[in-house]
């Protein structure tokens, strides 16, 4: 089973891809093809996989296209957009100093890895 994507999540996905690595914005046709599967995560994050379609399932791997931090110090986490083998996969929430947040942050809220917990 697969629905739409609510506009958080399309907003998000395409925020990291239009800012991701190199090939990141090579996936961007397919966003625009995605719904989300009926996958939930046992942890209760705010994760989802992707069904693209008129592709096939996406094979199990991750190649990640972008990958962000978001929360201060004491609440910091980080979200990562994927692929696998050509297909857009997925798009994590992880925690860092906290459990995996069980919303999905805001493209503002968003850093640079590079940036560090305290930027």
């Known amino acids: 089973m697969t629905r739409e994507l ?6 998000l996905a395409r925020w990291l891809l239009e800012n991701g690595n190199e090939d990141a914005r090579e996936y961007i046709d397919q966003l625009e093809q995605a719904e989300a599967t009926d996958w939930i995560c046992d942890c ?4 989802f996989n992707f069904k693209i379609k008129g592709k096939p399932e ?23 957009i994927f692929s696998s083998r050509g297909v857009l996969s997925g798009l994590e929430v992880y925690g860092l100093a906290v459990e995996a947040p069980s919303i999905l942050p805001e493209p503002s809220d968003l850093r ?8």
């Open 6 to 11: 609510s506009k958080k999540e399309y907003t």
């Open 44 to 47: 209760g994050c705010a994760s």
């Open 58 to 80: 996406a094979e199990p791997g991750v190649h990640i296209l972008s990958d962000y931090l978001f929360g201060d110090e004491d609440s910091l986490a980080g979200v990562f």
């Open 112 to 119: 640079p890895m590079e940036a560090g917990p305290n930027a």
